[in-house]
């Protein structure tokens, strides 16, 4: 059987960490390789029709809501997982081509309707065909019961990601954090004081958590004593290249404790 650039990544790190669980490796290394052929492949055709897939995205989250093909900007955000500010740059690019134009809500002041015009219709009727060939040329190298098991499988896995994000906790290191609302009210339920943090709700048996030292019940607070109050500000934290070991402060019931974090470990 041919092997891919993650066998050999994986057969380096058997070698130097024969005690390693590599499965996740195997899963999400392919997974990020996977999409950054599709990624590519996407975009260049996009492209050809002087639009972005980030753009493509919009169009056909207001093409599938159906007539009138008009979504809050809200609900676009939410839909496709986007910033405001985000959002808004992509939609001021789509109100530039006449793709789209902007209303206020009457009902509400703080909310603006997109609205997909005749041209954006028009040429998403255009897109979608090509695009669909597209998508169906990259997954060629499985057959029709191989693409079946396939989409089971992401369905289970993507669901269960969902359903963390959707109960206000986040999977790190092996470990599952409640947002600051939740943190508190499980806090206050227990009688202890509100203190901003994320809560540590689970932590799996093995894993790089269980081994830094994290338990039920911590409060992450601060790293390298920057407050931690949403899964935001931890990304934002943990994603910056120095210090290579990050401090991690933390409250045990009411006891301050602090973690190290090393390049590695992250």
Known sequence: ????????????????????DLAPVEIIGRAGRIME????????????FQISRASFDVLAALRRSGKPYKLTQRDLMRSLFRTSGNMSLRIDSLQRQGLVVRSP??????????????????LLETVIPEHLENESSLVAGLNRAE???LITLLRKWLVSLEEEV???????????????????KMRRAVGLPDVPGLLVNKVAAGS??????????????????QAVTSLVDLRKILNKSDPKIKKVQVIRGVEKM????TSSSI
């Open 37 to 48: 052929h599709v990624d590519r492949a996407l975009e260049a055709k996009f492209e050809e």
């Open 105 to 122: 809500d009457k009902e509400d002041r703080r909310s603006v309707f997109v609205t997909m015009t005749p041209r954006g219709v028009e």
């Open 166 to 184: 959707a109960h206000g906790r986040q999977l790190y290191l092996g470990m599952t954090l409640l947002d600051s609302r939740a943190s508190t």
């Open 258 to 261: 602090e973690f190290k974090l």
């Open 208 to 225: 790089r958590a269980e081994e830094l030292g994290f338990r039920k019940g911590d409060l992450v607070t601060a790293i390298e004593r």
């Open 147 to 149: 693409r079946a098991q």
């Open 1 to 20: 059987m041919p092997i891919d650039h993650v066998d050999r990544v994986v057969q380096q790190w058997k070698a130097e960490k024969p005690n390693y």
